[in-house]
């Protein structure tokens, strides 16, 4: 019996086996969170935030620092409990509520003027700032700009027509002295459909080189088991920071 697919233009077939769009929208990702098809959600917090967070801190304490698509991650929390105030930004409120849920947090939850349609949910130290919108809304006329920046894969979930338009708007967050600290992965694209999409060392310097200065702190070989699953023989994550 023939059991393929037609896959109509503009759209693919997921890891999960359901068609999704080329071009994830907002509305893809918040199905994904609310289908719990979130493989990319780490439940540790990423030791190579823990080895490099110096690199963002560069001698200062207690620093405002922005997470991208920052989902329910454990990383969150770990900055906030050493001393830092937490600002993220997520499409998916569902996200949003499991981390304050899991992470045993109470929180006040309010509209956001500036946005139409979003909101934000703050711890009630108000240290931990979630805001439920599209990264493209979001602005430092908002919250402000930034000491530092963690984008944990965040610039590799980017639909590549959207890299140059996001990493001029994360400029846009830097305060001056800001720290962004950034990691990414290389591997080869034509072996799988995105996301992750692969975002090698040249890209890094064509979307970041011309204001800021570029420093690659590790790369290593990060294949595991889930990568080989995609198809993938090679797979290397990399550990920018950018000033």
Known sequence: MNTQIDIPKGKKLNKYGELENLEL??????????????GFHKDEIHRLLQKYLPNILN??????????????????????????NVVGVE???????????EQNLSYTQELVPEIPGAEVFKSSDHRISLYNCNIFNFSSLIAGKFDGIWDCKSLVAINPPDRQRYAKHMITLMAEGCCYLLDSCTFNQDKIVGPPFSVPQHAIEDLFGQSCNIQLLESLDALTEQQISWGLDSFIEEIYLIK
């Open 25 to 38: 929208t907002a509305e893809d990702w918040i199905a994904r969170w609310e289908k719990k098809h979130i």
């Open 91 to 101: 499409i998916s409120k569902t996200a949003i509520e499991e981390f304050f849920a």
């Open 59 to 84: 001698g200062r304490k207690q620093i405002n620092i922005f997470l991208p698509l920052c989902g329910k991650s454990l990383d969150i929390k770990w900055l906030h409990d050493q001393g830092h």
